[in-house]
T-cell receptor, first 111, second 113 residues
């Protein structure tokens, strides 16, 4: 089936550092979504991207829809301890009836 | 407005037992899905529904049944629990026509011994 590969698998950074992660697919997507999962909770939508080349920000988070439509990138600037969690990319299949998720990037932030 | 509510939050089953994970949403969302989350594997789709009376299989449907008799509820049934079904289960819902993704419940952590 569809597979979204995320890298890196995990990151351990110091508070204040910037973070970059990416998501790649073997297939084209027309929408990219980025979710964050806090420990013990369900994923929460951070950013949605709808157009190739689009760059969208949500506070300290910026995501980009790759030109090839097979990848997407998420950057976090000036990280803080509450950024800790797992970040997932996701893409819709079958007219948004279902989502396929990436394998996740686990972020740890040291105060 | 409670969003997506999953019960129970934790459950331990013995191999071979059956049980139903409950999911309810109060947002009048047409689309509902069940995912399981295992370490290093992201979230994998088990079953999904695009409206009352309509369900379909996802990526990993074996060992699970669903039904959608009302818009609000989408229960997931484990027919005969196996240790391989030890996982965290998430229910999610979305309004039809919206393109910004699903709202997730807080999950059910299931252990099969």
């Amino acid at each position: 089936g569809q597979q979204l590969n995320q890298s890196p698998q995990s990151m351990f950074i110091q508070e204040g550092e910037d973070v970059s992660m990416n998501c790649t697919s073997s297939s084209i997507f027309n929408t990219w979504l980025w979710y964050k999962q806090d420990p013990g909770e369900g994923p929460v939508l951070l950013i949605a991207l709808y157009k190739a080349g689009e760059l969208t920000s949500n506070g300290r988070l910026t995501a980009q829809f790759g030109i090839t439509r097979k990848d997407s990138f998420l950057n976090i600037s000036a990280s803080i301890p509450s950024d800790v969690g797992i970040y997932f990319c996701a893409g819709p299949l079958t007219g948004f009836q279902k989502l396929v998720f990436g394998t996740g990037t686990r972020l740890l932030v040291s105060p | 407005n409670a969003g997506v509510t999953q019960t129970p939050k934790f459950q331990v089953l013995k191999t071979g037992q059956s049980m139903t994970l409950q999911c309810a949403q109060d947002m009048n969302h047409e689309y509902m899905s069940w995912y399981r989350q295992d370490p290093g594997m992201g979230l994998r789709l088990i079953h999904y529904s695009v409206g009352a009376g309509i369900t379909d299989q996802g990526e990993v449907p074996n060992g699970y049944n669903v039904s959608r008799s009302t818009t609000e509820d989408f229960p997931l049934r484990l027919l005969s629990a196996a240790p391989s079904q030890t996982s965290v289960y998430f229910c999610a819902s979305r309004k039809g026509g919206q393109s910004y993704g699903y709202t997730f419940g807080s999950g059910t952590r299931l252990t099969v011994v």
